[in-house]
């Protein structure tokens, strides 16, 4: 074989390497947090797969099968669907987040303020952590993580290989359950002070029917409410911070 057909050879093969890897790199990108956001222009998010591409595919542990029709079929399912299960687990982080902003929110009276915000429609205590913790995780190098999850994933999800449907919906579930119970978390101290809150308010009334309480304890709940954030924002953010760096490490482990 001839130099340059040595070289061909070897462009051919990178480039089906290149390809095979910007499957499962461009699902996971889609639903990464900071990376993926609906305000995130789709010219920037392609730059960001292909940077994504050019890291991930020299250091994965195995090389994909010769090209053919059939192949081509099964790896852009298969792929894409591995880089879907990673994007996914890491966005429900961000959904915990947001569902604890709701309860706050509903709990303190505060979830119809800047309601309309975001793209999508959250209350301002959601939108807040929400915005803060994408900062947090991107200062902390979310972007290194998420290449070395990446990598990681090729041992995990084998390239070319169908998930089992049982094990996927198992993981599935258990990652919802746990994103539940983080928001449920992280919400706890607001969920605290508004039954505290409800609870002066009953024996206040009991005391002195003839005050109109609600009014008198919109304006505190409301207070109380922005000051407990202030003082819980840090708190809340370094534990959400900790789990999503736990899944980072074992992402098809226990999620406790």
């Excluded at 308010?201 to 409301?222: H, S, Y």
């Excluded at 407990?228 to 760096?245: C, E, N, Q, R, T």
């Amino acid at each position: 074989m001839t130099p340059i057909a040595e070289a061909l050879l070897l462009v051919q093969t990178q480039l089906w390497l290149g390809f095979v890897v910007f499957l499962r790199v461009g699902a996971a990108v889609v639903l990464l947090p900071g990376f993926g956001e609906q305000s995130v222009p789709a010219r920037i998010k392609l730059v960001v797969v292909l940077a994504f591409t050019f890291i991930v595919a020299p250091a994965i542990p195995q090389t994909p099968p010769t090209f053919s029709t059939d192949g081509l079929a099964v790896l852009v399912a298969t792929e894409t669907l591995s880089g879907l299960l990673v994007g996914l687990g890491i966005r429900l982080f961000v959904l915990a987040l947001q569902t604890a902003g709701a309860i706050a929110a509903q709990s303190t009276s505060l979830s119809q303020i800047m309601g309309g915000a975001a793209i999508e429609p959250l209350p301002a205590m959601g939108y807040v952590l929400t915005v803060g913790a994408v900062a947090l995780a991107l200062m902390a190098g979310l972007h290194v993580k998420a290449a070395q999850l990446l990598i990681h994933s090729y041992v995990l999800l084998p390239m070319g290989l169908f998930l089992s449907g049982s094990d996927v919906a198992d993981w599935g579930l258990s990652q919802i359950a746990h994103a539940f119970e983080l928001a449920f978390l992280l919400a706890a101290p607001f969920v605290l002070m508004s039954v505290l809150y409800n609870l002066a308010l009953g024996v206040i009334n009991k005391a002195m029917p003839q005050l109109m309480v609600a009014f008198v304890g919109a304006p505190l709940i409301t207070l109380g409410g922005l000051f407990l954030l202030f003082l819980a924002a840090p708190v809340i953010l370094s534990v959400w911070l900790s789990a999503l760096d736990q899944f980072m490490i074992s992402p098809f482990g226990v999620a406790r």
